[in-house]
């Protein structure tokens, strides 16, 4: 086999792609600390337990693992940063009050999750710690609305769900994790027919009200018939009021449409209460996942309040509008010092100087050089080309 070729599902980024990345992950994170929230580095290799205690069976499957030759531990390349971010909270920082962070980075999986879909993918995330009530959800998914509204990649349409109804309706039942996978699965196939077999022997309320929820999907109304399909209990009550709730405070939002899927339980394993994903042109699933997932620092010794999302830059960059190419100035080669101090101001003012180098003057512009730097008199001087 060829030396060049790369693993399925792996692939170079080229530079026209690879500045498009770039400036989407710098006016993401711009985004995130207008808001307050702090950068961390997690690494790319971590201890196996850290990075998969509490995360269920799913990030398990996705996550490469190899043997330390330092101490003979098992290790594992990240597939998601939520449980690290997770550990920084607990463990490092172990602050009293609210902590909002922020990340940037590469995840790796063993397999894609959907056709044509990247192993690496470019996963930025931003989560709020020590906060319980509705308003870290809403900041969250405002700041995620932001986000991609600063990408100008269309008109969004919010997905809401929330986990404590599943929950809700399978609580008390002697289910193991096995069976409870298969349950998730047809429920978020929207499978009604494997749906109605695995739950046969169920009580009457939980088969019908998961029965109920393969339906559950559209616009507003879905909570009122979410209310009169759905056992009267108060963990019940709670979901479908903070889901209302949260509708209400982004449904105004300009090129924002709200809709819920109350079967909708894709994703990781360590979600504990409202889940959005937000949608838009050109994407065939969403293009952001978050929620409510307060159990994932329990593993490190702080059981905090968390909310946040993520997205896969590589995806945003596949339907996120091209900002033109920043013009640069063309400069000739030369060893004189003024002509080498005129290149070195104009760098410093923030301009792209490309210079020349002999033999090339006839080569294609690659960086759009819609002026040149050129002698007049005894100065060099910038003009149009």
């Known amino acids: 086999?060829?030396?060049w070729v790369l693993p399925d599902h792996i692939a170079d980024v080229l530079p026209s792609e690879a500045r498009h990345i770039e400036e989407l992950r710098r006016l993401l994170l711009d985004s995130a600390r207008g808001y307050?929230?702090?950068?961390?580095?997690?690494?790319?290799?971590?201890?196996?337990?850290?990075?998969?205690?509490g995360t269920g069976e799913a990030l398990d499957l996705l996550t490469f693992?190899?043997?330390?030759?330092?101490?003979?531990?098992?290790?594992?390349?990240?597939?998601?940063?939520?449980?690290q971010v997770a550990?920084?909270?607990a463990h490092l920082l172990n602050r009293q009050g609210v902590t909002r962070l922020c990340y940037c980075g590469p995840v790796l999986h063993t397999r894609p999750d959907r056709p044509h879909a990247t192993r690496e993918p470019l996963q930025f995330g931003a989560e709020i710690y020590g906060h319980a009530g509705q308003e870290a959800d809403l900041e969250a998914l405002t700041l995620a609305l932001d986000c991609l509204r600063a990408t100008q990649v269309g008109p969004v349409t919010v997905d809401l769900a929330d986990v404590r109804l599943v929950r809700a309706l399978l609580a008390g039942l002697p289910v193991?994790?096995?069976?409870?996978?298969?349950v998730h699965a047809a429920l978020a196939a929207k499978d009604a027919s494997t749906l109605a077999k695995l739950t046969r022997d169920f009580p009457a309320p939980s088969r019908q009200g998961l029965a109920a929820l393969?339906?559950?999907?559209?616009?507003?109304?879905?909570?009122?018939?979410a209310s009169r399909h759905l056992p009267d209990t108060a963990a019940v009550r709670q979901a479908l009021d903070q889901l209302r709730w949260l509708a209400g405070e982004v449904a105004g939002h300009e090129g924002v449409q709200v809709s819920f899927d109350l079967a909708d339980l894709r994703g990781y394993a360590y979600y504990s209460g409202t889940r959005f994903g937000l949608y838009v042109p050109g994407s065939s699933d969403a293009l952001v996942r978050g929620g409510r997932y307060d159990e994932v620092g329990a593993v490190f010794g702080r059981n905090r309040p968390a909310v946040g999302f993520s997205l896969d830059l590589r995806e945003l960059v596949a339907v996120a509008p091209r900002p033109a190419l920043k013009a640069a100035v063309r400069?000739?080669?030369g060893q004189e010092q003024a002509l080498r101090q005129a290149i070195a101001d104009l760098r410093r003012q923030g301009e792209t100087v490309v210079c020349i180098l002999p033999g090339h003057e006839s080569e294609v512009d690659e960086f759009h050089c819609d002026r040149e730097l050129a002698r007049q008199g005894a100065d060099w001087v910038v003009r149009p080309r």
Request: hydrophobic letters at 45%.
């Open 1 to 3: 086999m060829s030396a």
């Open 36 to 53: 307050g929230f702090e950068l961390v580095m997690p690494p790319l290799l971590e201890h196996l337990e850290s990075l998969l205690s």
């Open 65 to 83: 693992k190899l043997v330390d030759q330092l101490s003979g531990r098992m290790m594992g390349l990240r597939a998601d940063t939520t449980p």
């Open 87 to 89: 550990r920084i909270d």
């Open 176 to 182: 193991d994790g096995a069976a409870l996978a298969r």
């Open 214 to 225: 393969v339906e559950l999907y559209g616009d507003i109304t879905v909570l009122t018939e």
């Open 331 to 333: 400069a000739p080669w």
